[in-house]
């Protein structure tokens, strides 16, 4: 038996099963049939399924929301989806969504021994098939952790027009990488659209801030509520921003709370304070 209780009708026939007793063990719950002359001999996993469709159709490649799910960056799907050549016309159950596209070997790789997309094609699959809400934290942490802006445009551009594609480059404009924590990651998001982009988690002299813009000597702190509730902490926050106002920084201080509610209006103002600012600096020199 293999790990995920998969076979097809041959293997079960080769084993010594007969045709009446595969049908008698459908009918009585014991074996289920996910797929044409597919079998699971156990209650079927997401996992299980998904080995159920590569062996199925043996040019399958588990792909969007089915290959974040097996990278472990989202939840388990209510859909198994998977990449099948252009060629392959087939009916499927309603757990099961096909997508045909020929894929080049760069594309595919492995995932709980099983074909999948590779990691940036996993991102602009998903690009194609999410909302914009449940897309945008997951290409910021993919950014952050696992693929690079690189990857991205190489594959675009490798693959122009292909579906998926255009969301994913007008997301590598705005995507925010380097956060430490989920208002961070809204405000550079907010900053991006803006065209006013800030380093993040960026080192000025000792410290490390949450966003500096050089240019302007700006530094932007998103303060959670242990700003406000442990001594040590604010303690050493006040040591760092009055060493940055003796270097000449101006630092601007945000509560998280108040960066979750409204990203953009804090963009805005930070936006401006950094023009401003810029445009005296370069006035002054």
């Not at 106002?245 to 953009?264: E, F, I, K, N």
């Amino acid at each position: 038996m293999n790990p995920f209780g998969i076979h097809t009708f041959d293997e079960l026939i080769t084993a010594g099963i007969p045709r009446s007793t595969i049908g008698s063990r459908c009918r009585s719950g014991r074996y289920h049939r996910v797929l044409p002359r597919i079998y699971a001999v156990t209650e079927p996993t997401t996992l299980a399924l998904c080995h159920a469709v590569t062996r199925w159709q043996p040019a399958a490649v588990l792909s969007h929301r089915t290959a974040a799910w097996l990278y472990g960056w989202t939840g388990e799907p209510d859909v198994v989806e998977a990449t099948v050549p252009t060629r392959v016309r087939a009916r499927t159950p309603k757990w099961l969504l096909l997508h045909r596209r020929n894929l080049d070997d760069a594309q595919v790789g492995e995932s709980w021994s099983l074909p999948t997309v590779s990691a940036a094609q996993t991102v602009v699959d998903c690009a194609a098939v999410m909302s914009s809400h449940e897309f945008e934290p997951l290409v910021d942490d993919r950014l952050t952790s696992s693929v690079t802006r690189d990857e991205l445009r190489a594959l675009c551009d490798k693959h122009p027009g292909r579906w998926g594609n255009t969301t994913a480059v007008a997301q590598l404009r705005t995507a925010a990488v380097r956060f430490a924590s989920e208002p961070e990651r809204l405000l550079a998001r907010a900053l991006n659209r803006r065209r006013c982009p800030m380093a993040a988690n960026e080192p000025v002299g000792p410290y490390v801030c949450d966003f500096v813009d050089a240019r302007a000597k700006v530094v932007v702190e998103v303060d959670g509520r242990e700003f406000h509730s442990a001594p040590d902490v604010f303690r050493s926050d006040r040591h760092r921003q009055n060493w940055l106002v003796q270097q000449g920084w101006l630092v601007l201080r945000y509560a998280a709370s108040d960066v979750l509610t409204d990203p953009d209006a804090v963009a805005e103002e930070i936006s401006a304070i950094v023009r401003r600012r810029r445009h005296n600096r370069r006035r002054s020199t």
